[in-house]
């Protein structure tokens, strides 16, 4: 269409990523419901665990990294679907593997809007769970922080189940089957922090091995996530 | 230029078809036609990159696709089956950003002017799910209007498309072939479009 | 036969490999059994007794070559998974789709023998061991990689996803393990590690490792005999299929 090929400048792929990010916030914002509904998942199921176990507060306060670190890895899981099942079901994931924009770039953005809506929240909200189980504030400051390296990884990996199960039958369950035994290490490391914190030994270790694992997941989850993509729009 | 040599697709088990090979100019657009099934969607999908074929190349100004990459894609706009517009966002957000994943920045001025011109004029601030199908179809079809890409792969774009709106769209068609772009399109209807070349593709079982 | 060697390539296509996996087969079915026997033989009548444990340790004997096998298989299985992918032949994935089941089964085993050895020692049908728990975790690995090719239809998308799948899980298996060992080791609690056998005498290991190499020709003969199942089922259509004599029948 000669008249309209002067139209519009050229934008840089930093900022196509950006309007990437904007796109993802924008259509969070726009349809809350789901993004709270995980967020309310978060905390029904903490508080679960004492109705399950007891309201004795020296175990509640064993327990407290562990459930926290599970309950936000479950909700996490539950919100991956989110995170390309609509741009593949309306055909718009098909128009970003169409985009000269690197797909890798894409998808990095993408999962980064999905941590902001999904992730950061569950950051902000632990420590308020966390003093359901009395934990003492220095503990629930490296519950921040675990979650804080952790959800972002989580987000990371879990992309990569998300993409492999595409459109296939029985997704949600099958990403759970997939994804769970990848989120072990995090877990780990993550409500490990929180333990060694507690118990006094420091949760410097555990936060560092998260640290790395994180930088890992940055540079290699992209790459497998954007191979999977295009497997599953073949 | 856009040319094919020995171009084959395996769907599942099937062989859809084999051997196919075309050139078309720019200025020029091929009609696919075929039975249901027959593979044309797949040979549009194929034209697009997003599968590979069996067997055979294609090739963009005598450079392989498989080669150009992003480059490729820079001069390639496809529509498939699929109506690729968010449903929350307004129809103008959805231009814009058609556009930014296609690297440009379109500024509101003239993505309205662009749905003015497909019969959205009013409705640019609508969330999109308030319009009805063929409107959506419209929204996504605005991309046509906006977009500098010379090539158009389209997959049954006349379907949901009252009268006038067809003759719009061959008008568009037209229009961008005139100015030396190059369309392969699918369609069951007999459509009508002015160019200086036109191709017929026939893929039969 | 000494074509083979030069132009192995030959063999990378259904076709050609379906007759030569046959003919390989009873080959590594008569190993599999005459390392079987040779190893268990070594395992009950020659390996002693062993001072603190007593008889119940011999389950020693399955346990440790079922878990050297299952993450050797997903090694293998991985590799495979991967050829297919990067040179995108299809037998390659086929033959990583024949693995999985097998290496599911090898974790399983040994998961099942950890629990056979512990109930009699420490009393306990499971213990939170690292090696125990990895091994859990593996399982739970093949368990996604068969679940995820069984849930896609196009055999192609099946291959390649689950090449994916398999290749993220290779480089998880030792950040996993990792984690795990570190996990154990700063909960006191877990006093018991199947890790810790008594020290080895010379025909233990014996007995292993020829109870590794009857688990191993097991495992080839399995992954050969699946493999040609799934390359009748995937190339059912393919005249060289009919011809077969088996299909004539």
New interface residues.
Partial sequence: MSATTQMGTQMSVIAVAIAVVRRDLLLALRRKSEVLTTLFFFVIVVSLFPLGIGPEMSLLRKIAPGVLWVAALLATMLSLNRLFGADYADGTLEQMTLSPVPLGLLVSAKILAHWLVAGLPLVLLAPVLGLQFDLDPRSLGVLMVSLLLGTPLLSLVGAIGAALTLGVRGGGVLVSLLTLPLYIPALIFGAGAVEADISGLGAGGHLSLLAALLALAVFFAPWATTAALRIALE | MLTAANLACTRGERRLFAGLNFAIEAGGWIHVTGENGSGKTSLLRILCGLSQPEAGEIRWNGAPIRELDDEYRKILLYLGHQTPVKEELTARENLQISGALAGTVLDEADADAALEQVGLGGRERLPVRFLSQGQKRRVALARLLTSPAPLWILDEPFVALDAAALEMLAAIIAGHLAGGGIAVLTSHQEVTIEAAARLTLRIAA | MSNRLINWFRFSSPQTFYPLAGKMLPWFIVLAIAFGIAGLWVSFFVAPVDAQQGQGYRIIFVHVPASWMSMFLYVVMAAWAGFGLAFNTRLSSMMASAIAPTGALMAFLSLWSGALWGKPMWGTWWVWDARLTSEL?LL??Y??FI??QA??D????AD??GA??A???V??VP??Y???K??NT?HQGASVSLTKSPSMAQAMLWGMLLMALALWMYSIAAALARVRAIMLE?ER?AGWVEELPEMRA
């Fill in positions: 975790i739970f690995l368990l996604g679940a995820l849930a896609i196009d055999p192609r998308r390649k996803a994916i799948l290749l993220v899980g480089v998880n950040i996993i990792f984690s795990v570190w996990w700063l995937r259509h």
